[in-house]
């Protein structure tokens, strides 16, 4: 199994400032990576998929990178609604999730 | 505008067999894989099944297989997750999902259902 880790667990940060949230493999997923938000009492949301490639409906502050073991996911000035819980994802040996980040207001 | 809408979650007996189900719509349903993921507060998320557009494929997380059987009616836009020999650590929100792929499935969710709650417990 393929173990996903994120890091750091939380990101005090205020809104405008920049997001940097990092996602790292146990083994290489190539760019099979997802990132989805979650808010309390709501499902995920997908954000960005094969590393990043942003999904329908997805404002442009938020970019994805990476390859390999190594992702990272860029909100790049943050809105008040952008403070939840983000996951990654990886589809390159059947489906695993990351133990998610927390964005919160500092 | 696609809608998933789960039932069938509740307060199970350790042992037991409920089936979830999830009524689909907004997009076309057949064309689709589908699949269902859960979520606790320890565990986080974890993916439990995936079947395909068709129905004739399907794939199980190791935690469940043996356990569970995912299934779908395309004539009446359903998913289904016939849970059996229930466990506490089954436990969870189950999400329905649908794959952001058409013709080859993604392995990606791009809408999810409001979840459902199954809780085991005697």
């Known amino acids: 199994e393929i173990v996903l880790t994120q890091s750091p667990a939380t990101l005090s940060l205020s809104p405008g400032e920049r997001a940097t949230l990092s996602c790292r493999a146990s083994?290489?997923?190539?760019?099979?990576l997802a990132w989805y938000q979650q808010k309390p009492g709501q499902a995920p949301r997908l954000l960005i998929y094969?590393?990043?490639n942003r999904a329908t409906g997805i404002p442009a502050r938020f970019s994805g990178s990476g390859s390999g073991t190594d992702f990272t996911l860029t909100i790049s000035s943050l809105e008040p609604e952008d403070f939840a819980v983000y996951y990654c994802?990886?589809?390159?040996?059947?489906?695993?999730f990351g133990p998610g980040t927390k964005v919160d207001i500092k | 505008e696609v809608q998933l809408l789960e039932s069938g979650g509740g307060l199970v007996q350790p042992g037991g067999s409920p089936r979830l189900s999830c009524a689909a719509s907004?997009?076309?349903?057949?064309?689709?894989?589908m699949g269902w993921v859960r979520q606790t507060p320890g565990k986080g998320l974890e993916w439990v099944s995936t079947?395909?557009?068709?129905?004739?494929?399907?794939y199980y997380g190791d935690s469940v297989k043996g356990r569970f059987t995912i299934s779908r009616d395309n004539s009446k836009n359903t998913l289904y997750l016939q849970m059996n020999s229930l466990r506490a650590e089954d436990t969870a929100v189950y999400y329905c999902?649908?794959?952001?792929?058409?013709?080859?499935?993604?392995?990606?969710?791009?809408?999810w259902g409001q979840g459902t709650l199954v809780t085991v417990s005697s």
């Open positions: 083994q290489s997923v190539s760019t099979y």
């Open positions: 079947i395909s557009g068709s129905g004739t494929s399907t």
């Open positions: 907004g997009f076309p349903f057949r064309n689709y894989a």
């Open positions: 094969d590393a990043s």
């Open positions: 999902a649908k794959d952001l792929g058409g013709s080859a499935t993604s392995w990606y969710f791009d809408s």
């Open positions: 994802q990886q589809r390159n040996n059947w489906l695993t």
